[in-house]
């Protein structure tokens, strides 16, 4: 269910008509030490006039009375059940503007999974797996909540913006000056998608034509221009911090500003990508051989 920038949505399900053996009771009788549930310490009969459903405390223990060859009827109990499956309460926010430049939109959701369920059975719960419908080996189930959050072009803020900043910091970028070009490098690239996401949509609004030209710099050239310069870094020795974070603040700057790049042929993105390939299995022969 949608209203304006909420979305509710809720799963529920159960059964009626069916029953279950409660072996978890019958069993009592194996073990002087075992537990009993509360319904039967509570309704357990004490002497004359107290109850004629159920049985003493002395003789729940008692073969005779439980056991798994001497069935009867006061361990079948219903197994009718409601539950709260799921409900999910979310919150969208859209075109948020950073700035010049737009974000296209956040969602902020609330879950909870298996909240609410409510049964007479005397167990921990009346969905059972045995075919029989016995009730042993069952555990209760839980309850989770859980919080989160959504990021229209998640997915390449992670791989092409959160990724290369920390592999940049594991590679030297780790003091005031490195983390500082990379929280900068990481919003730009924020930006670079928002700002892609808002204006590819009025774009194809008003021509199907296929775009030729990149405005700005891609995302996604970092992942070409960090295996290169890794490839590089035995020729430049100490220098190589240096021009490690020069290319970050380069990037991350050439994200933000307003220029057109021609769209690379096929040719040229097969040159790249091997270009990349080579750099990547350098970098591992130099690692583990």
Same mark, same amino acid.
């Given at each position: 269910m949608n209203w304006k920038n909420l979305d509710f949505e809720l799963t529920t399900y159960g059964q009626t008509g069916g029953?279950? /053996?409660?072996?978890?009771? $019958? #069993?009592? /009788?194996?073990?002087?030490? /075992?537990?009993?549930?509360?319904?039967?310490?509570?309704?357990?009969?004490t002497g004359p006039g107290s109850t004629?459903?159920?049985?003493?405390? $002395? $003789?729940?223990?008692?073969?005779?009375n439980v056991s798994d060859q001497r069935v009867n009827s006061y361990f079948v109990e219903s197994a009718d059940f409601f539950r709260i499956q799921n409900i999910t309460l979310g919150y969208s926010l859209r075109n948020i503007k950073m700035g010049n430049y737009t974000l296209?939109?956040?969602?902020?959701s609330l879950t909870a999974d298996r909240p609410f369920t409510t049964f007479k059975a005397n167990s921990f719960t009346p969905e059972l797996s045995d075919a029989?419908?016995? !009730?042993?080996?069952?555990?209760?189930?839980?309850?989770? /909540?859980?919080?989160?959050?959504?990021? !229209?072009? *998640?997915? !390449?803020?992670?791989?092409?913006?959160?990724?290369?900043?920390?592999?940049?910091?594991c590679m030297g970028?780790?003091?005031?000056?490195?983390?500082?070009?990379?929280?900068?490098?990481? #919003?730009?690239?924020?930006?670079? *998608?928002a700002w892609f996401n808002v204006t590819e949509e009025c774009r194809q609004d008003e021509t199907t034509e296929n775009r030729k030209c990149y405005q700005g710099l891609p995302i996604t050239s970092m992942s070409i221009a960090l295996p290169i310069l890794v490839v590089l870094r035995p020729f430049l020795h100490c220098d190589f911090r240096? @021009?490690?974070? $020069?290319?970050?603040?380069?990037?991350? *700057?050439?994200?933000?500003? !307003?220029?057109?790049?021609?769209?690379?042929?096929?040719?040229? #993105?097969? @040159? *790249?990508?091997?270009?990349?390939?080579?750099?990547?299995?350098?970098? #591992?022969?130099?690692?583990?051989?």
């Open positions: 029953q279950i /053996y409660n072996r978890k009771r $019958a #069993l009592r /009788y194996a073990q002087s030490n /075992y537990n009993f549930d509360k319904a039967q310490y509570e309704n357990r009969w004629n459903s159920h049985p003493s405390a $002395a $003789a729940l223990v008692k073969g005779w296209p939109g956040i969602r902020f029989e419908g016995w !009730d042993t080996e069952v555990y209760p189930l839980t309850s989770t /909540y859980s919080f989160g959050i959504q990021i !229209d072009s *998640l997915c !390449d803020i992670v791989c092409f913006g959160v990724g290369p900043a920390i592999i940049c910091y970028m780790n003091g005031i000056v490195g983390v500082l070009i990379l929280m900068f490098y990481v #919003l730009a690239g924020l930006i670079r *998608l240096i @021009a490690l974070h $020069a290319m970050v603040l380069l990037v991350g *700057l050439l994200f933000v500003m !307003d220029f057109k790049l021609k769209k690379p042929g096929n040719k040229t #993105l097969s @040159a *790249l990508v091997g270009v990349v390939a080579v750099a990547v299995v350098w970098t #591992l022969r130099r690692r583990f051989m």
